[in-house]
C-alpha cells in the first residue's frame, strides 16, 4: 500500500511539469522518434547479416554481397546519424525549463512571507534551486525518452526475435519477464533512499553556508574544529546513504546483467543444437545472438533510468513543496490609490500572533503618527517593537485590526506602491555582493540617479568612507558587507532606506552599530531629513529617542503609554527605569 501511495506521489510529482513541457513537445517527441529510428537501425543490422550469411556465403556468391555490405554501413551511419539528431533536438528545451523552473522558483521565494523563510534553512532552498533542477534537467533530457524508447526497443527486439524463432523468442521472453519483479522490489527501496539523500544534502548545504557566512565568529571563538566536526558527522551520513543507494542499484543491476547473459546462452546451447539438426541456419542463429547482444543496453539502463526516474521524482516533490507554500501577503483584487502622500500613519487596534504560537505578540496596539512627525518607539525586549514596525511595509500581516496610511488600509495598496511609500532600514544591515552604488539603489528602484545615490550617502554620513574606498561607488562590498565594518554597514542600509524619499520611514534601530562621533553625525544627518517624512524609529539609546517628536512605550504588547521624552520622564516610572537601563547599557558600550 504505502509502495503503491509513494509511486502515485511520484507520478504525480512529475506530471505536474506539464506546462513547462507542453511547449516544447513537438521536438521532445521528435527526439524520441530519432532515438527509436536510432535503435531501428541498429536491430536491422542483424537482419541484413543473417542475409549476408544465409545468401552469398552460404552459396558462395559473393555477386550480391556488395550492396548488402552498403547497407550495414548506411544503418550504421542512420543510428550515429539519428542519436545526433536526438542530442541536438532536447538540449536547447531541457535547459529552457531547468531555467524556466528555476526563474519560477526564485520568483516565488520572493513573494513567500518572512515567516517561511524563518522556518526553512536556506541550505534546503539552494540544493531545490540548483541540485535538484539539475536532475529534473537530466530525466527531461535523456532518462524519460529512453526508458520509453528503450522499452520500446525492447517489445521490438523481442518480435524480432520471435520472427528469426518462436523458440528464441520464448527463451528471451522468460529472462526479460523477471526484470519487472525485480525492478519493482528495488525501485521502492531506492526511492526512499535517494529522498533522504537529497534532504542530508540540503543540510549540507545549510551548513557549508553558516560557517561561511559566520567564519569570523568560529574563528574568533575558536570553534571552527567544532562546525567541522558537525561538517564531517553529515557528510558521513551522507555518504552511508549514498552506499546503500549503491548498494540497492548493484543488486539490480547485477540481476539486469545478468539476465540477458542467460538468454544469449540459451540462444546458443538451442541454436547449437537446431544448427546440427538442420531445422535453424547459421545466419539465424547469429542474428539472434547478434539482436540479444544489441538488446544488452536497453535492457542493462534500465537499473540506470529507473534509479534517474525516482531520484527525478523525489526532485520534483522537493520542487513543488516550496512551490506549494501558500503566498499569503498578496496584492489586493481591487487596489485602491492613494487620497495624497502625506504620509500619516495609524496603528488601529493592531492585534498579531505568529503562526503556531499560544499567544499574542501585540495586542490591541492604537497609535496615531501624523504626517511628517517621528515617533520613536521604545520598550524591554520581546515587547514586539520589531513586530510592529514589519506590519507598515506588510512584511507581516495583521491577525486584526488594521495598519493604515493615509486613511488606506495598507492591505488594499499595491504591495509594489506600498512599498515605495514605505522604506525600512533594518536593525542588521544586510548588503549584497554587488557595488556601493548597486546595493543603494535597491532602495528606489530603477529611476535612481546617481546624484540621488550620493545624496542618500551624504545623508546617511557615508561619502566619506565610500570616497576612500578603492573605486568609490563602483567598489564591490563582499558577500554581506563582510569587507566593511559593522558602522559602515549600517550606514549604506540607512543611505538605501532614504534614497526612494520615501513619504513614510521605519527605522529598527539603525544607530546601533555606529561609534559615538559617527552616531553624532548620522543622528544630525538624519534630523533633516526626518522633517521631510513621518517616521517610526524603534530606540535601544535615549539619544535615538531625542530625535523623535513624541515617544510611544511598548509594553507587554500594548502601547502603556504616549507622549514627549520630558513627559515621559515626568510622568511613568516604567518608561524611567527603561531609560535608565538603556543609559547603563549605552555606558557600558562606551567604556
Not at 52 to 57: A, S
Not at 63 to 72: F, K
Not at 128 to 152: E, M
Not at 207 to 227: D, M, N, Q, W
Request: include cysteine.
Amino acid at each position: 500500500m504505502t509502495n503503491t501511495k509513494d509511486r502515485g506521489q511520484n507520478i504525480a510529482a512529475l506530471r505536474r511539469l506539464a506546462p513547462y513541457l507542453r511547449p516544447v513537445r513537438a521536438r521532445m517527441i521528435g527526439s524520441g522518434t530519432a532515438v527509436l529510428a536510432s535503435m531501428v537501425c541498429g536491430l536491422t543490422i542483424p537482419l541484413v547479416v543473417q542475409r549476408i550469411l544465409d545468401g552469398p556465403v552460404a552459396d558462395g556468391d559473393t555477386s550480391g554481397l556488395g550492396w548488402l555490405i552498403a547497407a550495414v554501413g548506411a544503418l550504421g551511419a542512420g543510428e550515429a546519424l539519428f542519436f545526433f539528431i536526438r542530442r541536438r533536438l532536447i538540449s536547447g528545451p531541457s535547459t529552457r525549463i531547468e531555467a524556466e523552473l528555476r526563474d519560477d522558483l526564485y520568483r516565488h521565494l520572493q513573494r513567500l512571507p518572512i515567516s517561511f523563510h524563518d522556518r526553512w534553512q536556506s541550505g534546503q532552498l539552494l540544493s531545490r534551486a540548483v541540485s535538484d533542477l539539475s536532475t529534473l534537467r537530466r530525466f527531461i533530457a535523456f532518462a524519460f525518452i529512453f526508458l520509453i524508447v528503450n522499452s520500446l526497443t525492447l517489445v521490438l527486439g523481442l518480435v524480432v526475435l520471435f520472427v528469426l524463432d518462436p523458440v528464441l523468442g520464448t527463451i528471451s521472453t522468460l529472462c526479460s519477464l523477471p526484470l519487472v519483479l525485480i525492478s519493482t522490489l528495488y525501485e521502492s527501496k531506492y526511492a526512499v533512499l535517494a529522498r533522504r539523500a537529497q534532504d542530508q544534502n540540503g543540510d549540507l548545504a545549510t551548513t557549508v553556508e553558516e560557517s561561511v557566512l559566520g567564519i569570523r565568529v568560529l574563528k574568533a571563538f575558536g570553534r571552527g574544529p567544532h562546525l567541522a566536526g558537525t561538517f564531517a558527522a553529515q557528510a558521513r551520513e551522507l555518504r552511508r546513504t549514498e552506499l546503500r543507494k549503491v548498494h540497492v542499484i548493484g543488486l539490480l543491476w547485477a540481476a539486469i546483467i545478468m539476465l540477458p547473459e542467460i538468454a544469449i546462452g540459451g540462444h546458443l546451447l538451442y541454436g547449437a543444437f537446431a544448427i546440427t539438426d538442420g531445422t535453424m541456419t547459421l545466419g539465424t542463429m547469429v542474428a539472434a545472438v547478434a539482436v540479444a547482444t544489441y538488446l544488452r543496453w536497453p535492457t542493462d539502463s534500465i537499473g540506470w533510468l529507473l534509479a534517474e526516474s525516482n531520484q527525478a521524482a523525489t526532485a520534483a516533490i522537493r520542487y513543488w513543496e516550496v512551490r506549494d507554500a501558500p503566498v499569503t501577503i498578496t496584492d489586493p483584487d481591487r487596489p485602491r490609490r492613494l487620497p495624497s502622500a502625506t504620509g500619516h500613519l495609524r496603528f488601529d487596534h493592531v492585534h498579531f500572533a505568529y503562526p503556531g504560537s499560544d499567544g499574542e505578540t501585540l495586542r490591541g496596539v492604537t497609535l496615531d503618527v501624523r504626517p511628517g512627525e517621528t515617533v520613536a518607539l521604545v520598550g524591554a525586549t520581546g515587547s514586539g517593537k520589531t513586530t510592529l514596525t514589519a506590519l507598515v511595509g506588510r512584511l507581516a500581516d495583521v491577525t486584526s485590526g488594521r495598519v493604515t496610511i493615509d486613511g488606506v488600509d495598507v492591505r488594499d495598496l499595491e504591495l509594489a506602491r506600498l512599498r515605495e511609500v514605505v522604506a525600512t532600514a533594518f536593525e542588521e544591515p544586510v548588503l549584497f555582493s554587488a557595488s556601493v552604488r548597486e546595493n543603494i539603489a535597491l532602495g528606489g528602484g530603477a529611476d535612481v540617479t546617481e546624484d540621488d545615490v550620493r545624496q542618500a550617502l551624504r545623508v546617511a554620513s557615508a561619502t566619506e568612507f565610500v570616497e576612500n574606498l578603492p573605486w568609490g561607488l563602483d567598489t564591490r562590498i563582499g558577500e554581506q558587507g563582510l569587507s566593511l565594518s559593522g558602522g559602515q554597514r549600517q550606514r549604506l542600509a540607512l543611505a538605501r532606506a532614504v534614497v526612494g524619499r520615501p513619504s513614510v520611514l521605519v527605522l529598527d534601530d539603525p544607530l546601533s552599530a555606529l561609534d559615538v562621533h559617527t552616531e553624532a553625525e548620522v543622528e544630525q544627518a538624519l534630523r533633516s531629513v526626518l522633517r521631510d517624512v513621518t517616521a517610526l524609529v524603534v530606540a535601544h539609546r535615549p539619544s535615538t529617542v531625542q530625535l523623535a517628536d513624541r515617544v510611544a512605550l511598548l509594553s507587554g504588547g500594548r502601547i502603556a503609554a504616549v507622549g514627549t521624552h520630558s513627559e515621559l520622564l515626568a510622568t511613568n516610572p516604567e518608561y524611567r527605569a527603561l531609560l535608565s537601563t538603556l543609559d547603563d547599557e549605552r555606558s557600558e558600550v562606551v567604556a
